[in-house]
T-cell receptor, first 111, second 114 residues
Framework: EDQVTQSPEALRLQEGESSSLNCSYTVSGLRGLFWYRQDPGKGPEFLFTLYSAGEEKEKERLKATLTKKESFLHITAPKPEDSATYLC????????????FGKGITLSVRP | ETGVTQSPTHLIKTRGQQVTLRCSSQ?????VSWYQQALGQGPQFIFQYYREEENGRGNFPPRFSGLQFPNYSSELNVNALELDDSALYLC?????????????FGPGTRLTVL
């Protein structure tokens, strides 16, 4: 069974204080690993898809990396508007392309 | 290009009732997936429709059912509502290929069962 574990559960940063969010996964083959951002009461907003170990993607202050067992979401010099819950999900090969999500990491950035 | 939309935004029902939630996929997408998200949890996969056929189902009972229409809009129906069905219901659409399926989510429907 596919599993995703995210850590820490919550993270509080000072504005400008860089950090990383961790996503550990076990999956029977990896079709893709996804990062989403979710604001309270809203639907998840797509950030990145990573397909193979060693792959990296960047968007503004965010950078996602992938190994065979983990993915990291690095946040450089965060701003208060980066405060949200960050969700990681894996997708296995096959006709059923369901996403298996972790519980998410709640990030708070103080000004 | 319009994104994924869902209706209604909020809904309050009583135990035992039935509910229908609606989703309009992003233009050009051929696949729709439904997820349930309880408070403080990640979304849980309910089922997926690809070209109007059910294409996979998560660990949810048969009282959860769905439809996908030719225009790629979709419905989630839940019969005999239980208190534990209270959650945020998310619809996600995608253009599914053999190798990729990036899913884009709607804003969700908040269902409260009393």
């Amino acid at each position: 069974e596919d599993q995703v574990t995210q850590s820490p559960e919550a993270l509080r940063l000072q504005e400008g204080e860089s950090s990383s969010l961790n996503c550990s996964y076990t999956v029977s083959g990896l079709r893709g690993l996804f990062w989403y951002r979710q604001d309270p009461g809203k639907g998840p907003e797509f950030l990145f898809t990573l397909y193979s170990a060693g792959e990296e993607k960047e968007k503004e202050r965010l950078k996602a990396t992938l190994t065979k067992k983990e993915s990291f979401l690095h946040i450089t010099a965060p701003k208060p508007e980066d405060s949200a819950t960050y969700l990681c999900a894996v997708q296995a090969p096959g006709a059923n392309s369901k996403l298996t999500f972790g519980k998410g990491i709640t990030l708070s950035v103080r000004p | 290009e319009t994104g994924v939309t869902q209706s209604p935004t909020h809904l309050i029902k009583t135990r035992g009732q039935q509910v229908t939630l609606r989703c309009s996929s992003q233009s050009g997408h051929n696949t729709v997936s439904w997820y349930q998200q309880a408070l403080g949890q990640g979304p849980q996969f309910i089922f997926q429709y690809y070209r109007e056929e059910e294409n996979g189902r998560g660990n949810f009972p048969p009282r959860f059912s769905g439809l996908q229409f030719p225009n790629y809009s979709s419905e989630l129906n839940v019969n005999a509502l239980e208190l534990d069905d209270s959650a945020l219901y998310l619809c996600a659409s995608s253009w599914k290929t053999l190798t990729t399926d990036t899913q884009y989510f709607g804003p969700g429907t908040r269902l409260t069962v009393l």
